[in-house]
């Protein structure tokens, strides 16, 4: 399994960042996936999930309204994209297999981590 985000920065407070997460090494059509963040000094974050036809999102309450979550899967590729950043949206940002009740099993659990894209916001 090989996940590799992009996307992130430096961006004012209010801005906007598209994130990407390319995936490699598993039939991607087949998994939920996830987006979760790492703040400074903080544990990991579940944000949002997408079921493996892109039919059904969910987010954590604290993004709802400002971030979306979408899948290509013909491209193997998550997205995230985030608008109306606030400073408390800084953090590393890391896609997972699974949903929001199965993420950590793959990300903690099997390893199966990219190096994650950092997304800064400035007040």
């Known amino acids: 399994v090989q996940l590799w985000e992009s996307g992130g920065g430096l961006v004012q407070a209010g801005g906007s960042l598209r994130l990407s997460c390319a995936a490699s090494?598993?039939?991607?059509?087949?998994?939920?996936m996830s987006w979760v963040r790492q703040a400074p000094g903080e544990g990991l974050e579940w944000i949002s999930s997408?079921?493996?036809?892109?039919?059904?999102?969910t987010y954590v309450d604290s993004v709802k309204g400002r971030f979306t979550i979408s899948r290509d899967n013909a491209k193997n590729t998550l997205y995230l994209q985030m608008n109306s950043l606030k400073p408390e949206d800084t953090a590393v940002y890391y896609c997972?297999?699974?949903?929001?009740?199965?993420?950590?099993?793959?990300?903690?659990?099997?390893?199966?981590w990219g190096q994650g894209t950092q997304v800064t916001v400035s007040s």
């Open positions: 997972s297999l699974g949903d929001g009740s199965t993420w950590s099993r793959y990300l903690k659990g099997y390893d199966y």
């Open positions: 997408i079921t493996i036809g892109g039919g059904e999102t």
């Open positions: 090494g598993f039939t991607f059509g087949s998994y939920d």
